[in-house]
């Protein structure tokens, strides 16, 4: 049986003056306790989504709940069972760690005395306790955005909106903020995270709806997508002279040459396929040096979908593993490939 719907959008549509549709006809549910990815380039609609379902905007069309509540008809409950932490950590840079959270919870109705309880909780929670009386100003890009979740944690809500809350951040900051993630999907919230991270997408949901244009592509779980590709990639080391015969050999399949003697094989019908492939190779009296096997990634899903790459600053060193591979091996890897 499937888990109770926590967040649900139907045909979600907003306009902007001068006929520019930043969403179009968005469909999607989230269950309750999952992390569901909201995956997309810059501009896809990640954040006009996020702004419709916290009622800080109004769709031109469609409609939208939280736990059974309608953003647009009772938007003052839907704001009592979600928390938010949008993409600019929204800090006083005088206030201290603690002052924020004390700050946070007598907002929301909690008296003194339990407000600095639970800023005192949330403290320990999110590792900042050695930082608790220092000012804002001076916390490191992690720390602010740990605190600006915690701010969002204060009345234990049942939702979280999360958006792109690792933009800007380092390796490290960013998996910190991973594991404060799947801390609050083991608490039992549920998470709507907008990223246009890959891996983040990839580590982090437990499904995934990739937005492109104000549209849904796709949704399923990451691997769900990444078997829809239909497409392993077989990295063979050959000798030079040998590239033509590797190519003749594997028709109709794509091959792309790197440096080293390395060739990219994309293989259609996914790893079932790969035996076949071997045995080609080896009937035309290729001599293999070196092979390996790398299944669909993330980031060819999404290329599959859209047509197009994700921005270069959200790959970075997590990118996905085909990425990886083929630039350690000097491959091309633009949407020609």
């Known amino acids: ?64 709940t939280v736990l059974g509540h309608d953003v647009g008809k009772d938007p003052g409950a839907v704001r009592k069972v979600f928390g938010c932490a949008l993409q600019e950590a929204a800090l006083d840079e005088l206030m201290t760690g603690r002052e924020h959270l004390v700050m946070a919870g007598r907002l929301v109705g909690l008296g003194k005395a339990k407000a600095g309880e639970r800023a005192a909780e949330l403290l320990e929670s999110f590792g900042l306790q050695a930082a608790a009386d220092r000012i804002a100003a001076g916390y490191s890009g992690g720390m602010r955005r740990r605190l600006d979740v915690a701010m969002a944690m204060v009345r234990r809500p049942q939702v979280l909106f999360l958006d792109e809350p690792t933009t800007g951040l380092d390796p490290q900051g960013r998996r910190a903020v991973w594991d404060l993630v799947r801390g609050l999907r083991d608490e039992g919230s549920t998470v709507f995270l907008t990223t246009q991270y890959l891996a983040e997408a990839d580590e982090l949901s437990g499904r995934v709806a990739v937005v492109h244009e104000g549209r849904i592509a796709a949704i399923g779980t990451p691997q769900e997508l990444k078997d829809r590709m239909g497409v392993t990639t077989i990295a063979v080391r050959v000798a030079p002279a040998e590239g033509q015969a590797v190519i003749d050999a594997v028709r109709p399949s794509a091959v792309t040459a790197g440096a080293g003697g390395w060739l990219a094989i994309d293989v259609a019908g996914g790893e079932a396929a790969v035996p076949e492939v071997v045995a080609k190779l080896v009937g035309a009296g290729v001599a293999v040096d070196r092979l390996r096997i790398e299944p669909p990634s993330l980031e060819d899903v999404f290329v599959g979908l859209t047509g197009t790459e994700i921005e270069a600053s959200a790959g970075g060193a997590d990118a996905g593993k085909i990425t990886a591979v083929r630039r350690g091996l000097g491959v091309p890897t633009g949407p020609g490939r």
């Open 1 to 64: 049986m499937s888990a109770p719907i926590a967040i649900e959008a139907q045909e979600l549509t907003r306009e902007f003056p001068g006929g520019v549709r930043a969403l179009d006809g968005v469909s999607f549910a989230v269950e309750e306790g999952e992390i569901f990815g909201y995956l997309g380039r810059n501009g896809a609609g990640k954040s006009t989504t996020v702004r419709i379902l916290t009622t800080l905007l109004r769709p031109t069309s469609g409609t939208a």
